[in-house]
Each structure stands twice: as structure tokens, then as C-alpha cells.
């Protein structure tokens, strides 16, 4: 099969109406996005797997926005349910006290009613998630929650259905049901 050569303007340079048009991003401005992110000039999630899977046009932006929404979904729901969050090895578990307000209190009752809708959204979303095999599920946590690479094409064909089924979920992809 032939590659694709793209549209080529007269001088023979690929057409700028071609790139704009596929909105291809060159190798070298992903790697500076991603440093900027790193370095806290960027926004945070080029820094991220996820967010570099998506500059480099490796997911679709359904997919990248599940993984997202997969990932603040988790963060929430360890909070909600009074886990801590991650912590580097060597970390004191101790050092931060429990700033919840006291439950008896109205903005107590409504942390409480928040935190038991993430936990439900969580769950939720975990069952669309299982439904796509364990395989999807272990791929998107790796590299939704704990920030590492897919690497190889199996993991990340099971990243894909995984966020897809995602997306299914959350209603991101066209004709998407519910």
C-alpha cells in the first residue's frame, strides 16, 4: 500500500492547508508542551501519558477526555471515601490532618451527600469499565491513575477499549446510549 503523501503545494512542500487541516503536531512542540507542562508553564495535563497519547494523535479526543474524566473521577472517589491520596515512598501518612468539616454541620451534611455521589459515579463508571475486560481496566488505571505508559500495541489497543467503553458511558461518542 502506497503512504500517504498528503497535498503538496506547487514547490512540492506538503500544503500548510493539509496540516492545518489533519492539525498533525510536530514531534518537537509535543516535547516542548510536555517540558512547559512539567516545568509548570503549560497547562498540567501535557505532562501527562494521557495528554501526550492525545498531542501525538495516538487517542481521539472521546478517549482523551474519558481518560480525563477517569482520572479526576478516581482522585475524587479515594477522597470521598477517606483514602489518602498517592503518596511518594517514604511518605508520612500522618502529616496531614483531616481538614473535613464536622458532619454534624449544614456544609458537614453537604460534603457528605458529595462525597456519596462520586462514590456512586464511581462505581458506575467502574462497572463500564469491567465490562470491557480486565485487560482495558488494568490499562486505563495504569495509565489514568498512576500516570505510566502503555507500552506496546496490545496495551495500548486495551487502553483504547477501555476508554471507549468509557466514553460509551459518559455519553462522548457519538451515538452513544446510556
Request: charged share 30%; proline share 6%.
Amino acid at each position: 500500500m502506497p503512504k500517504n503523501l498528503g497535498v503538496r503545494e506547487p514547490n512540492g512542500r506538503l500544503s500548510r492547508a493539509g496540516r492545518e487541516a489533519t492539525r498533525a503536531v510536530a514531534p518537537a512542540a509535543v516535547r516542548r508542551l510536555r517540558d512547559a507542562a512539567l516545568a509548570g508553564m503549560a497547562a498540567p495535563e501535557w505532562g501527562t501519558e494521557l495528554g501526550l497519547m492525545y498531542l501525538r494523535q495516538e487517542i481521539a479526543a472521546p478517549l482523551y477526555e474519558a481518560g480525563r474524566r477517569w482520572s479526576r473521577l478516581a482522585a475524587e472517589a479515594e477522597r470521598a471515601a477517606g483514602a489518602p491520596g498517592h503518596v511518594a515512598s517514604g511518605g508520612n501518612l500522618d502529616r496531614a490532618p483531616d481538614r473535613r468539616p464536622d458532619a454534624e454541620t449544614e456544609a458537614g451534611r453537604r460534603e457528605a451527600e458529595r462525597d456519596k455521589s462520586i462514590l456512586a459515579d464511581r462505581r458506575s463508571a467502574g462497572r463500564a469499565l469491567e465490562a470491557a475486560g480486565a485487560a482495558a481496566r488494568g490499562a486505563v488505571m495504569r495509565v489514568c491513575e498512576t500516570n505510566r505508559p502503555a507500552v506496546g500495541a496490545g496495551e495500548r489497543a486495551d487502553l483504547a477499549a477501555g476508554l471507549a467503553a468509557l466514553a460509551r458511558h459518559w455519553r462522548l461518542q457519538p451515538g452513544s446510549r446510556r
